[in-house]
């Protein structure tokens, strides 16, 4: 077991997170945490294979939950049973870097070295950040000079005496969560570009200076938790790393999960139950449409109970005159919000061929390079440059994808309610996938079947039965 030594304050309040109370819903955090596990395995046996070694990635679109899942730490700070018994009277520690925020990269990072750049953010949020009024500029101004002996490793060796540990007995676990990593992309390619600074290739020297601290020494351990827009930036960068890139799954939420939370709100809020325990506000059906429009996309969820329960009344009175309530006006709100966030409107009337071009081939299914323009007038707006500053979410389907899906409607099948196993155990489950990019993956399982875009119309025009 950890002992967490009270030598700061609790150690989850460390980490700067959006305001969001929400329920988190619909994460394999036990398939994570046992990714960690595996780590830390490898570190204890000294291995030196850098596929034993995992570096967490949740990448995506905006919106889905990538951030959120930094909250894995409090599932690891709460529920300690991963930690492996050779680790006794040790401390675990939540580190939070937002590229996006008070961590952002300049042009005064154009000159110091890729390790100074990184040690004095990972400094600003241990020591300084929730502590003291100060912004991350202007510590890096009073550091001055002194900034030279802010690398990675100076850091985190100072981390570790401060704590009071010791390294003859003692282990410091650091959970350093990286949001917003596609920035450093962004801001490398304009510091090349627009001030002529020498490549630093720093996302990559980055990955590797924190990837020694998975390897060793050993009274420190860092399981580096990365989440960002842009996870075509990762797979670039996995041949030249230490270690590889685990991607955690943030899947939009199922309405079920909606609902569940929606409860959580009305339990919350002593919302009105019927005879046998079921919400009233169940029967609300613009409010359930509501939620279902929207996608499952855990912001405008976010938005959604942030408009009903927050603003105009307070969540009791909400869901007491949940059937008077106008949801269309709630709903132009919720869009606002959205629009306010990720500049939609702006984008596009800037845009108007881009614009076309990306509806035209998210309609018509049309693949794309990474490397490809669909707007040769506007250079910067490369597909992967597209994917990193989150205007278009790129979908490669792929055999592990497929099969991925088939073994998940297995797991339905066989965790269905009793009556209805019994009658589906007596079929065979059959996985149909209908394809409108090319695919060209070796199926490896005799179950499923794959329907090519130019077969559509026979299939559907015949009306089709699978028996």
């Not at 960068?237 to 309405?255: A, R, W």
């Not at 939370?261 to 339990?267: E, R, T």
């Not at 007038?377 to 899906?405: F, G, Q, V």
Request: glycine residues 6%; proline residues 4%; contains cysteine.
């Amino acid at each position: 077991m950890i002992l967490c030594h009270d030598i700061r304050a609790n150690t989850s309040d460390n980490i700067g997170r959006p305001d969001d109370n929400m329920p988190f819903m619909e994460r394999d955090t036990n398939k994570v945490i046992a990714r960690i596990t595996r780590n830390i395995k490898s570190h204890l046996t000294n291995s030196k294979s850098k596929t034993d070694y995992d570096i967490l990635v949740s990448g995506g679109a905006p919106g889905i939950g990538k951030t959120r899942y930094g909250e894995l730490f409090k599932h690891l700070e709460n529920n300690q049973d991963w930690v492996p018994s050779e680790w006794k009277n040790n401390h675990i520690e939540g580190l939070y870097i937002d590229f996006s925020d008070d961590c952002q990269l300049d042009s005064y990072d154009d000159e110091p070295t890729q390790t100074v750049i990184i040690g004095l953010r990972i400094a600003f949020v241990f020591y300084i950040k929730g502590k003291y009024q100060m912004k991350f500029e202007t510590f890096r101004r009073l550091i001055g000079k002194y900034s030279v002996i802010f690398t990675i490793s100076d850091v985190f060796e100072s981390i570790y005496n401060h704590l009071g540990l010791k390294s003859d007995n003692q282990h410091l676990f650091v959970f350093l969560h990286i949001d917003e990593f596609q920035l450093i992309d962004e801001w490398e390619s304009n510091a090349v570009m627009k001030r002529k600074m020498e490549e630093k290739w720093l996302f990559k020297k980055m990955i590797n200076g924190l990837a020694s601290y998975m390897y060793g020494p050993s009274h420190i351990f860092v399981q580096p938790f990365l989440s960002g827009t842009a996870p075509q930036f990762v797979n670039s960068t996995k041949e030249s790393s230490k270690v590889s890139f685990g991607f955690v799954n943030c899947p939009q939420l199922s309405l079920k999960a909606m609902i569940e939370i929606a409860n959580h709100y009305a339990q919350k809020f002593d919302a009105e139950k019927f005879d046998r325990g079921e919400y009233r506000w169940m029967l609300c059906q613009p409010f359930l449409q509501f939620l279902d429009d929207t996608g499952g996309m855990p912001r405008a969820l976010q938005y959604v109970f942030y408009e009903c329960l927050e603003t105009g009344c307070d969540g009791k009175k909400f869901f007491k005159t949940i059937d008077q309530r106008n949801f269309d006006n709630i709903f132009h709100d919720v869009k606002a919000h959205l629009q306010e966030r990720y500049n939609i409107h702006e984008f596009i009337q800037n845009n108007k061929k881009l614009a076309l071009e990306l509806l035209y081939h998210s309609i018509d299914g049309i693949p794309v390079s990474v490397e490809e323009y669909l707007d040769e007038s506007k250079p910067e707006y490369m597909i992967k440059n597209l994917e990193r500053d989150a205007h278009i979410i790129l979908n490669p389907c792929n055999t592990e994808d497929l099969n991925n899906e088939h073994k998940k409607n297995i797991l339905g099948s066989t965790s269905a309610p009793r009556k209805l196993r019994n009658i589906l155990s007596k079929y065979q489950h059959i996985t149909i996938a209908f394809m409108i990019q090319p695919f060209n993956g070796q199926i490896s399982k005799p179950d499923c079947l794959v329907i090519m875009k130019e077969y559509f119309g026979p299939i559907f025009a015949s009306c089709a039965r699978f028996t």
